[in-house]
């Protein structure tokens, strides 16, 4: 089965600092999703990337997923407050029904500080 | 528009009893999942549907959970003879088809005592 690992554990940045979050699989991904969740709500979903080399920014963060496509990373520039919560990444994987399954690795928890 | 919603938020139930928890999908949504997260860990799949039926469910603990969705739209997981080993929150994410991203609902945070 397919294992996602993510680093670090958890982060603790000042507001204005750039940061990066890495997400490794076991196994070549397929398509890999990038999460976000806050306490008490569900999760927030952020971008999704399919081929080698691709690349997808929105607002202040840029997730890129590597060549061999087995490593993610997500990038958050001048981090603020607002981008506080746990950072998950979860890998695509097709059902025998149809459909995707994902499965996530453990997530990195941010936090901000002013 | 309304995202996806589950109720209840919160259940506490004794080790032994029957639960529900509920679902709602965004509209026009035909791919329904069921998660279950830990503390401290990421989702972990439990169920697919596609319309009414469950297209897999091999993420399904054991025999004691069980979900449907009769009529392609809301989706009830049930859970019987409940275990303190189910606490844990049940997340629901629906997408357009089965090639989209999934939109999860708040989750339904269960605490079996």
């Known amino acids: 089965s397919q294992e996602l690992e993510q680093s670090p554990q958890s982060l603790i940045v000042q507001e204005g600092k750039n940061l990066t979050i890495n997400c490794t699989s076991s196994?070549?991904?397929?398509?890999l999703y990038w999460y976000k969740q806050k306490y008490g709500e569900g999760l927030i979903f952020l971008m999704m990337?399919?081929?080698?080399?691709e690349e997808k920014s929105h607002e202040k963060i840029t997730a890129k997923l590597d060549e061999k496509k087995q490593q993610s990373s997500l990038h958050i520039t001048a981090s603020q407050p607002s981008h506080a919560g746990i950072y998950l990444c979860?890998?695509?994987?097709?059902?025998?029904?149809?459909?995707?399954?994902?499965?996530f690795g453990t997530g990195t928890q941010l936090k901000v500080e002013l | 528009g309304a995202g996806v919603s589950q109720t209840p938020s919160n259940k506490v139930t004794e080790k032994g009893k029957y639960v529900e928890l509920r679902c709602d999908p965004i509209s026009g949504h035909t791919a329904l999942y069921w998660y279950r997260q830990s503390l401290g860990q990421g989702p972990e799949f439990l169920i697919y549907f596609q319309g009414t039926g469950a297209a897999d469910d091999s993420g399904l603990p054991n025999d004691r959970f069980f979900a449907v969705r009769p009529e392609g739209s809301v989706s009830t997981l049930k859970i019987q003879r409940t275990e303190r080993g189910d606490s844990a929150v049940y997340l629901c994410?629906?997408?357009?088809?089965?090639?989209?991203?999934?939109?999860f609902g708040p989750g339904t945070r269960l605490t079996v005592t």
């Open positions: 994410a629906s997408s357009p088809d089965e090639s989209y991203e999934q939109y």
């Open positions: 990337l399919q081929k080698g080399g």
């Open positions: 196994k070549t991904l397929y398509g």
């Open positions: 979860g890998a695509d994987s097709i059902l025998t029904g149809g459909g995707n399954k994902l499965t």
